[in-house]
């Protein structure tokens, strides 16, 4: 079965996972899950998360990816096939919607190398990345010098026109994002009441986003723009969203912080000295060889 996971239905997917849980399952509700079971009233032998994703490359050339978020069977079903029913299914299912890849990191921890051999076995090839991530509560983040930094020439997105907006994300392209995702198609989701603005000279020159997801955890996203987003302007735009951010949610709201790209894990520990990067391996798994080349 393939399903959207909704609300309703998340806790189908999150109950199968192991306490361990090394590929995270997403908050997003646009996320995609593959079931397996041999009886339709049974609940789920394994599962599969994904969702469907722009890449891009050094070029700024755009890739359709698939990111593997959650991958699991139930240890009295396996070894009987299951993990490779769901693995096929996902690579029919991506090779009628024109991906060119499945994309999975996996994080340091006590049982990543075995998650890595079993992705392996499945066509995976990994290396080491960094990837910059830690969650923290909104008071927590009150000792960080960052959010007293000045916030000149930071505005919050409802104060700017939201055609010069729009205009201005869709002229970037991801190649301009630190955190190598595409919003272009999703800035309506984003808090235009804590979501920041570098404007100079009536012009953007990076942004801050945020949003909540279903979890209720704030998510977030930065995009630069021309030569005016130095260090100042990424810690004006965060000082600023984050007094928004504390005026409009409960100081106990968790604030997400990750970012992939190499730009994203340098520029994390410029802003955050006293946090180390996660150390990932991100594999992919190329549905056409020739994309690898």
Known sequence: ML????????MNFIELAPPEELIRIGADP?????????????FPDGVLLFRMESEYDDEH???????????????????????TFLFSKLIEILEDAGAEAIRADVPLGEDYNLVCYVLEKYGFEFSFSENFMFEKKLDDFSGFPIVKASTKNAVYLKE????????WVESKGSGEILDEIDISEDIDDYDNDVSTALVVNDTISGLFLIKRDVDGKLCTVI????????????????????????????SSTILRVQLHSKQGCAL????????EARVTRRGYFYLNKAAAE
């Open 223 to 250: 995009l630069r723009g021309d030569e005016n987003f130095g260090g100042d302007g990424v810690k004006a735009l965060i000082a600023k969203a984050y007094k928004g951010a504390c005026e409009k949610y409960p």
């Open 30 to 42: 646009d996320y995609y899950g593959i079931g397996y079971t041999d009886d339709e009233n049974s």
């Open 61 to 83: 050339l755009e890739h359709v990816v698939a990111d593997l978020r959650f991958f699991f069977v139930k240890e009295e079903s396996r070894n009987m096939y299951v993990g």
């Open 160 to 167: 700017i026109r939201q055609t010069q907006l729009r205009e």
């Open 3 to 10: 399903v959207t996971v909704t609300p309703e239905n998340r």
């Open 268 to 275: 994390a520990a410029f802003l955050f000295p006293d946090l």
